[in-house]
């Protein structure tokens, strides 16, 4: 067997089932950041009958699968409706919470150890920690163009604070106004502001990737010509954590094979 004998049927078909439609979402997120809902009601009512059969074969805590999809359906809609999470991120936290409520009897590595045995927290909190790769990577180019720009980097950012520069070198770099205009997923990070000074350049950090495109940056760019038009903007690319979670299905899976 691929998996230990250990595991049960319901989860190993779980499991599978789960392996699929986020291979499918992440495809979706990939292409154009949003996943079908065809997508997720496929999903969730697949996981749903797995977890009703779960139930019936009465070999797991019914009080332990309610806390895990409540608790995951609460945390999803909270975070989705603080800008946390995007509509398909919530949507496939809570079909996981319905394939595989509980870390599956026989996995021993959970990697997330703390949050189990809620098997969509494990997967959520271990989703953004392999997020943090791309701000590794971020900050790498940005002390690159730091060392290649010097100075240059924060023009007309000096009254920005410390910590806002740090979250923005962490978040986001430095393009080309024109690459932001055709990138289909570059979001500015900078918003034009009135201050006693006249108009200046300000670090936005309340971007999110719900926001229409089309409308918030025609509007930032009719206002980035009031203060001279500069070349190069601060951009943040829309995470895909779709892909995310979907590698740290992949891992726990693999580690405990």
Known sequence: MIFNE?????????????????????????????VPDKVWLAYGLIGLVVTVLRLY?????????????????????????????????????????????????????????????FFPL????????????????LAIRNICGYLRYRSSMFDGFHDESFVKKIFVVLTGYRCNVEMLKTARFLYPMERIVTSKEGLRRRFDLSFSI?????????????????????????????????????????IVIVVNL
């Open 57 to 117: 074969s009465g070999f797991e805590s019914v009080y332990l699968i309610t806390i895990s999809i409540v608790s995951s359906v609460i945390l999803s809609l909270v975070m989705a409706h603080l800008g946390v999470f995007g509509g398909a991120d919530a949507k496939g936290m809570i079909c996981l919470s319905l394939a595989v409520p509980l870390v599956p009897v026989g996995f021993r590595y959970v990697v997330v150890w703390f949050l189990a045995p």
């Open 122 to 137: 494990v997967i959520l909190t271990l989703g953004y920690l392999l997020s943090f790769s791309m701000s590794l990577f």
């Open 210 to 250: 719900a926001d229409d495109k089309s409308t918030s940056l025609s509007g930032f760019l009719e206002a980035l010509a009031s203060v001279g038009n500069p070349n190069m903007v601060w951009v943040t690319p829309g995470l895909p954590m779709i892909v995310f979670f979907l590698l740290a299905v992949v």
């Open 6 to 34: 250990h595991v049960s049927l319901t989860d190993i078909i779980g499991l599978l089932v789960s392996l699929v439609f986020f291979v499918i979402a992440a495809v979706y997120d990939l292409k154009i950041r949003e």
